[in-house]
């Protein structure tokens, strides 16, 4: 009879455990999921992704934006006319104008007022990977030059071209804005990740070396170099590599990285557009040409093809069209 008892106490023990155990693993898959959710939105003017790579798209939700020999406009009928006549990249959207890197004049950063296509110059040092945040543009400057660094500007201010803050003196390029911190790749230090606070302080080493690329994406840091691409989270750590092909840039969009190693023409190396999910798999080939500048936008995949003389093309995500977006809107 005791043992009896003894018996039934350890199978109430047993399945009490088994509940804990239980109840605990469902809070943790809880709380994992809340977490995965709880990741920075902030909208910097353009995606993450897009930024990340210069991006030479934009929208504002009713007309369609790209830059080439000059920046486009495309209107809901499919009306394409000419914005402004500068060459130019990083295009972002915000509070009414397009801000963009403009190489006509030195690289400076311009804005063109979307309502009345008139265009100042936003700062006088040259630069790019624009970000905007709330008011403050933040933007990255030419890396090797005296004026090496990363700049922002109070756009709730008059401008003064001339003279935008400087935050740091690092050679930094591939700047974007996370949690509340400016991540970019140190091309002093091996190409190492970086992050600070936006006033420069608590500078910290996030991840890798000979860092090509990289965004952010559902909570996630993404990022490419000569070994592939990789994934962790934006302090580097739970580091996972998802691809072994070479890459100097990519970009996710609705839950695929697309990713690409592009250089000279004469490069042995693998230059194909490549199309993969987020946990590496099913990773497939949608062209062999190269591509640089790629961005998404609305269904599309945009990018410069190195192949066909830089001209801008676009694959449709399921991967049945592939045309020139300069000769289809008239522009080349």
């Not at 455990?17 to 910097?44: P, Q």
């Not at 003017?45 to 934009?58: E, F, L, Q, W």
């Not at 939700?61 to 790209?66: K, L, S």
């Not at 201010?157 to 949690?179: C, F, H, M, R």
Request: hydrophobic share 35%.
């Amino acid at each position: 009879m005791e043992n009896k008892q003894k018996m039934s106490k350890k199978m109430k023990l047993v399945i009490w455990g088994g509940i804990a155990a239980a109840v605990a693993i469902v809070f943790i898959a809880v709380a994992t999921y809340i977490s995965s959710k709880n990741y920075d939105k902030t909208w910097i003017g353009n995606t993450h992704g897009n930024v990340a790579n210069r991006s030479i798209v934009a929208s504002d939700g009713e007309n369609f934006y790209f830059a080439d020999d000059a920046i486009y406009v495309v209107d809901a009928q499919n009306y394409c006319q000419q914005l402004a006549p500068v060459e130019a990249t990083d295009l972002v959207v915000h509070d009414g104008y397009l801000y963009y890197v403009n190489y006509t004049d030195n690289q400076h950063i311009y804005r063109t007022n979307l309502k009345t296509r008139e265009s100042e110059p936003v700062s006088e040092l040259s630069g790019g990977y624009i970000n905007i945040v709330g008011d403050t543009l933040y933007y990255a400057s030419l890396y090797g030059t005296s004026y090496s660094g990363i700049y922002k500007v109070d756009l709730s201010k008059e401008l003064d071209p001339a003279n935008p803050e400087q935050i740091t003196v690092d050679w930094a390029s591939n700047l974007l804005y996370y949690g509340g911190r400016l991540y970019f790749v140190n091309q002093a230090d091996t190409g190492r990740l970086y992050s600070m606070k936006v006033d420069g302080s608590d500078r910290a080493v996030s991840a890798g070396r000979a860092t090509s690329a990289f965004l952010f994406y559902e909570g996630n840091l993404y990022y490419a170099n000569v070994y592939g691409v990789y994934r962790c989270k934006p302090d580097g750590s739970n580091l996972t590599q998802l691809s072994d092909i070479r890459s100097s840039t990519l970009n996710i969009a609705d839950g695929y990285i697309y990713h690409c190693f592009y250089a000279d023409t004469n490069s042995t190396y693998d230059q194909s557009l490549y199309r993969m999910k987020l946990d590496g798999s099913k990773e497939e080939k949608l062209t062999s040409d190269s591509g640089s500048y790629i961005t998404c936008l609305d269904g599309f995949i945009y990018f410069r093809n190195v192949y066909k003389g830089q001209d801008i093309y676009r694959i449709n995500a399921e991967n049945t069209i592939f045309e020139n977006v300069l000769k289809l809107y008239g522009a080349n």
